[in-house]
């Protein structure tokens, strides 16, 4: 969570990697904060993570970021979307 909010690049990218192994409510809260990251390598990572956390908003999110600028944004949820 530190590391997500107050890392360098290289840092909160690990971070949002390393987030996929932990669960529960603070975990997936964390996973949101980080959806507004300025790198979009841990936007990505989260993005990946979102479906099987099972939070509520995470669908709404996903179709938010398939148009964002960024290419591996958009890749990531359209992965995350593939099924649609």
Do not use: W, Y
């Not at 530190?2 to 809260?29: D, T, Y």
């Not at 996973?31 to 990251?37: I, T, V, Y």
């Not at 479906?51 to 591996?72: C, F, K, N, Q, V």
């Amino acid at each position: 969570q530190f590391l997500l909010r107050h890392g360098n690049v290289g840092g909160r990218r690990a971070a949002s990697a390393a987030l996929a192994e932990f669960k529960g409510v603070e975990a997936n809260l964390v996973a949101m904060q980080a959806l507004d990251d300025a790198d979009p390598e841990v936007q990505a990572n989260i993005l990946l993570q979102l479906r099987e956390r099972g939070i509520p908003s995470a669908m709404t999110r996903l179709l938010d970021l398939i148009d964002s600028p960024h290419a591996i944004v958009r890749e990531a949820a359209q992965h995350c979307l593939a099924e649609f």
